[in-house]
DNA sequence: CAATAGTTTAGAATCGTTCAAGAGAAAAAA
DNA sequence: TTTTTTCTCTTGAACGATTCTAAACTATTG
């Protein structure tokens, strides 16, 4: 079962925190939320804005992907150590990442599974596991 | 069991490669790999060197730490998307990262098992996997 | 020892990202 | 509505991690 009208969830959810409703802010949530999930990194998504001529500041992009991700919209995903990707599906799953292509894809939730887990380090507790799956052209 | 003189085998590594054992390559390598396996950042090693007298410039660790990962005697590991860490444990592990110390800590192999796999994406082969149990302070 | 090929260095450059201050827009108060 | 307050956006500067450049240096080879 999938998410229905993923674009009205997120306008919802943007009403239901503090984040003011502005031009730049609902443009980005219709880019972002309007069709499947998907990734994207703060220029990624600044040209695409760009392309359907909505005029944000990359500094907006930035704080923008931010309070999304802070409100619980977007999730960010950690496989490169020079960018941030973002990641439209915020539920518990995976990710697949082509070093090459740069590319990143969900792993369906539920498609990996991790059996045992060691204790956490001594006065800390688990916040969440990451499973990312390097591939590389064949 | 664990694998026994370490910086020896390093050293030996080292003269494997096409790499000179040059005064910087030697010092880190000793740094690297005298002790217990450890995760170091290029800043992290560069004050380590000169907290030990030896004078390497920044731009040598970082190549330092390229080469020797290249030879297989580190392995990079991705868990913060602004600094890269290094991990002088080679062998297939995963870790614990603590988001707050920023400090990474191994994860005995074994002690974690991913069950299913998804198929890659089509026209890929998997390079790796890597589990990364991000925790906070209780 | 001389010649060559690989290495190191300081400092400049680059990249992704964040910060700062003023201009602008939304919400709240009057 | 108008005023006031608060938040947001923008540009451009600043930043931290990393890479590049070109010259000085060092290990290896002949």
Known sequence: MVATRPYADALARLRATKLRPTRQRLALAKLLFSGADRH???????????????????ATIYNTLHQFTRAGMLREV????????????TSHHHHFFCEQSQLLE???????SVGTLPPPPRGTS????????RVHPR
């Open 78 to 89: 950690i496989v490169d150590s020079t960018r941030s990707y973002f990641d439209t599906n």
């Open 126 to 133: 688990i916040s969440r596991i990451d499973v990312v799956i």
């Open 106 to 112: 969900d792993i369906p939730s539920g498609a990996v």
């Open 40 to 58: 994207v990194t703060a220029e990624s998504l600044h040209k695409e804005a760009r392309a359907n001529r909505v005029r944000v500041s990359l």
